[in-house]
C-alpha cells in the first residue's frame, strides 16, 4: 500500500518549499498568494536502514523500499468552500488523501507576506478546519435531503441512517470535525462514502526558523495545544534547512544536522509521525534476487500482509515464515535464524509485527 498525504495549509506558510525538498519535485515557491494552482504530486521512497541492512545480508541484486505520495495542493483561504481562491478545486484534492499535513507557520517574518495579515497558529488552522468542516457539511446536508425521501417508506434502515446523518450535521454545523464525531463503526456506513475532508486524521507541521528547530518556540506550543485536543502529531521543521539539505549527499547531510543539532531531516520526522497516526507498521522479504519493505496497519494478520504482495498469497496462503529483524541481523540471515530457532512458522492468526522478515507459502 502507498500512504498519499496532502500537504495543505494558508498561502505562503512553506506548504511548496516542504513538499520540493521532499521530493525534489520542482513546485514553485514564491512569496504570493496561489503560487500553486495544481497540486504537484511526488513519490518519495521512505528511508529505512533496516531494509539496507537486510539487502546487505541477503546480498539482495535489488532494493526496493515503500513509498509515500505527497500531494502540494494550493493554500487554502477563508472562503474556499464557497469557492474563493479555487478553493471547491483544492478541496477535491484533499478528498483523495489518507493522511493531511496541515503546513503552520511558526515564524516571524516581515519580509515574508502571511495573508492574514500577522502569524497567529491557533487562527489560521481555525480557518482550514472552518472550510473542510463547511465543505463536508454540504456532502451530509445532500445525504440527509436524500435519506428523508428514502426513508417516507417507512424503511427501518433508512430511518437508522437518516438519524445518525441527521446528527452529524448537527455536530458539523456547531463548528466540530467529523472525526470528533463519536458513533459505532455500523452507524459509520451511513455517511462513509462521502469520505468526508474533516475526518481524515491530520499531522501538524510547523515550520519554524533555524534558530528554533530544536526547541521550538510560543508559536509551536499554540500548535501543540490545538494537537493535544485531538490527539494529533506534530513535527517541527525549517522549510529553508530542508531545501538546503536536499542539495546533500548522504555523508554531508548527518554533518549539517550534527552543526545543527537535531538528529534527523524534515523527511525522516514527516514519514515517523504520518506512520504513527495512521497506525502503519513495515514487514520486509528479503533474498538474492530482492530485499523490499512493504506497508500494512498494524493488527495485519499474515494473510492479509500476504495479500499486500499479491491477492494469491492471500487466497493461497499456507503459512508464512518468520524472522524477527534483530534475530534475522545477530544470526546473519535466514540459514543462521533457521539453526539458531529463530525462524517461526506462522499460520493465518499470526498478527505481523513491526520489522518481521518474512517468506510466504502458499497454493495457487
Known sequence: MSLKCGIVGLPNVGKSTLFNALSNGGAESANFPFCTIDPNVGQVSIPDERL???????????????????VDIAGLVAGAAEGKGKGNAFLSNIRETDLIIHVVRCFRDDDIIHVEGDV???????????????????????????????????????????????????????????RTFEVSDDEKLAYRDLFLLSAKPVLYACNVGEEDLESGNDLVESVKKVAANFGDEVVMFCAKIEAEIAELDEEEKEMFLEELGVSSGGLDRLIKAAYSELGLITYFTAGPKEARAWTIKKGTKAPQAAGVI????????????????????????????????????????YTVVDGDVMLFRFNV
Not at 539496507?52 to 505527497?70: H, Q, Y
Not at 515464515?321 to 530457532?341: F, M, R, S
Request: hydrophobic content about 35%; aromatic content about 6%; charged content about 35%.
Open 52 to 70: 539496507l541492512n537486510l539487502a546487505e545480508i541477503a546480498k539482495s541484486v535489488n532494493v526496493i523500499p515503500t513509498s509515500i505520495e505527497f
Open 120 to 178: 497567529d497558529p491557533e487562527r489560521d488552522i481555525a480557518i482550514i478546519e472552518s472550510e473542510l468542516i463547511l465543505k463536508d457539511l454540504e456532502s451530509v446536508e445532500k445525504r440527509v435531503e436524500t435519506l428523508k425521501k428514502q426513508s417516507k417508506g417507512g424503511d427501518k434502515v433508512f430511518k437508522a441512517q437518516l438519524e445518525v446523518v441527521d446528527s452529524l450535521r448537527a455536530h458539523l454545523e456547531d463548528g466540530n470535525t467529523a
Open 310 to 349: 499479491h491477492t494469491d498469497f492471500e487466497k493461497g496462503f499456507i503459512r508464512a515464515e518468520t524472522i524477527a529483524y534483530q534475530d534475522y541481523v545477530d544470526l546473519n540471515g535466514e540459514k543462521g535464524a533457521k539453526e539458531a530457532g529463530k525462524m517461526r512458522q506462522e499460520g493465518k492468526e
